[in-house]
């Protein structure tokens, strides 16, 4: 199996800065891809950013450009999302998703962490 541990989520005013991290553990032969996506209230699930571990290439909602920042750390399985002038909308719980594959295994598999709160209120 494949485990993630997020950190890092908390309560923040608009225009605060917070920094979510999630390492991944377990069976893992390799990850291709690690990824952040982020629920409100009565929404739907949504991707925020995503990072390819080989080749670092880097992708964002266009609510985010400019203002989160996705990055990882291959020899720690972590990846971290760097989230500066945090708004009101963006509250939401945020989930660590991997594209991972077990060792023992022939392809790859997404595997999700338990969440994170974010809140961002005055």
């Known amino acids: 199996q494949v485990q993630l541990v997020e950190s890092g989520g908390g309560l923040v005013q608009p225009g605060g800065s917070l920094r979510l991290s999630c390492a991944a553990s377990?069976?893992?032969?390799?990850?291709?891809?690690m990824d952040w996506y982020r629920q409100a209230p009565e929404k739907q699930r949504e991707s925020v950013a995503s990072i390819v571990l080989s080749s670092g290439r880097t992708n964002y909602a266009d609510s985010v450009k400019g203002r989160f920042t996705i990055s990882r750390d291959n020899s720690k399985n972590t990846v971290y999302l760097q989230m500066n002038s945090l708004k009101h909308e963006d509250t939401a719980i945020y989930y660590c998703?991997?594209?991972?594959?077990?060792?023992?295994?022939?392809?790859?598999?997404?595997?999700w962490g338990q969440g994170t709160q974010v809140t961002v209120s005055s």
């Open positions: 998703n991997v594209d991972a594959r077990e060792i023992g295994t022939a392809g790859y598999a997404d595997y």
């Open positions: 377990g069976r893992i032969r390799s990850i291709y891809s």
